[in-house]
């Protein structure tokens, strides 16, 4: 083996090495906020709380009521009807987001000029790099106005326009660039010889954009949804801003208040101790075991829609 071929594998190995402290060291943040999170989330379900008792698991996740009492006072929190509120607000913002972006994402690839597509391409860019708590300050400042003003033209009471539909509004426009951005990318993957073969065969340009081109693309577009929807649970700040953070439920009607799991989190993390902080990294946990199956069960919807068989 002569020098420069030494020398390359010696560089082959250092690389190697990098990486793989690289992926341990990503793993072991990822295994230690686990660790930490199950450790204070376990601990009200474990102790006495102070004097307050150990709260009832069962209660916890089924019970339609946040708090019984008062804040250091009780122990009876419950979060089964605010995991409803949750996938509830999921779905609805998927079902305004998805069309919007996909149809965006459509009209980026296929049909806007260049300079144009261009232009939209940035504002995408731009709109998914807005910080949270900038859509939170939009939400309250004109979704809220607008809701409370729907609400009145509709005779139904809200409560400032904090309500669903003002979380569900805010959460869209949040997931819009995400789903619109790749969903463009999965689009413009798309192999021109299907496009031109549909043409060739008589389709028109929106017959085979429609028909030919988002089937091609449906399992990015798959993706794009599960990342939306990710997003949407994982939102805490700007949720917290336009929801009403209900105490009871579940809140099912587009002008009631509600609140979100992550919402009810943040709420908590004022104080440092007890039971009122520690039962927050309970949600937490509840939290993580929503996203990993709600994940699970749209990734395997997402193979089994993926294989693309255009005719």
């Known amino acids: 083996m002569n020098t420069s071929t030494r020398r390359k594998k010696r560089v082959d190995q250092l690389i190697r090495s990098v990486f793989l402290v690289a992926t341990l060291l990503s793993a072991s943040f990822i295994i230690i906020i686990v660790i930490f999170i199950v450790i204070k989330g376990i601990t009200p379900f474990i102790?006495?709380?102070?004097?307050?008792?150990?709260?009832?698991?069962?209660?916890?996740?089924t019970g339609t009521v946040w708090l019984k009492g008062t804040a250091f006072q009780s122990n009876l929190?419950?979060?089964?009807?605010?995991?409803?509120?949750t996938l509830y607000i999921a779905f609805l913002t998927l079902l305004l987001s998805l069309p919007v972006g996909v149809l965006t994402a459509l009209f980026i690839a296929k049909i806007a000029p260049k300079k144009l597509a261009e232009f939209l391409r940035t504002i995408v860019e731009l709109l998914a790099s807005i910080p949270s708590i900038v859509y939170g300050l939009f939400g309250i400042g004109i979704i809220l106005t607008f809701v409370y003003n729907l609400s009145s033209v509709f005779g139904i009471q809200s409560k400032?326009?904090?309500?669903?539909?003002?979380?569900v509004l805010v959460l869209a426009l949040m997931t819009?660039?995400?789903?619109?951005?790749?969903?463009?990318?999965?689009?413009?993957?798309?192999?021109?010889?299907?496009?031109?073969?549909?043409?060739?065969?008589?389709?028109?340009?929106?017959?085979?954009?429609f028909k030919v081109v988002l089937t091609s693309a449906k399992s990015g577009i798959f993706a794009a949804a599960i990342l939306g929807i990710g997003r949407s649970l994982?939102?805490?700040?700007?949720?917290?801003?336009?929801?009403?953070?209900?105490?009871?439920?579940?809140?099912?009607?587009?002008?009631?208040?509600?609140?979100t799991?992550?919402?009810?989190?943040?709420?908590?993390?004022?104080?440092?101790?007890?039971?009122?902080?520690?039962?927050?990294?309970?949600?937490?946990?509840?939290?993580?075991?929503?996203?990993?199956?709600?994940?699970?069960?749209?990734?395997?919807?997402?193979?089994?829609?993926?294989?693309?068989?255009?005719?």
């Open 160 to 167: 400032g326009g904090n309500s669903v539909l003002a979380t």
């Open 176 to 209: 819009l660039p995400t789903i619109t951005a790749i969903s463009e990318v999965a689009i413009r993957s798309v192999r021109k010889d299907i496009e031109e073969g549909s043409l060739a065969l008589g389709a028109t340009r929106t017959q085979t954009n």
């Open 77 to 85: 929190y419950s979060i089964g009807f605010i995991i409803l509120n």
């Open 261 to 311: 799991l992550t919402s009810t989190m943040l709420q908590g993390l004022k104080e440092t101790t007890g039971v009122d902080y520690d039962i927050r990294f309970s949600v937490g946990i509840v939290l993580m075991i929503v996203i990993l199956i709600t994940n699970f069960i749209l990734n395997a919807v997402k193979k089994r829609v993926g294989n693309v068989n255009v005719k």
């Open 234 to 259: 994982g939102e805490a700040t700007a949720v917290s801003l336009v929801a009403g953070n209900a105490k009871s439920g579940p809140n099912l009607g587009l002008f009631d208040i509600t609140t």
């Open 47 to 61: 102790t006495n709380n102070d004097g307050l008792g150990v709260v009832n698991v069962w209660t916890f996740l």
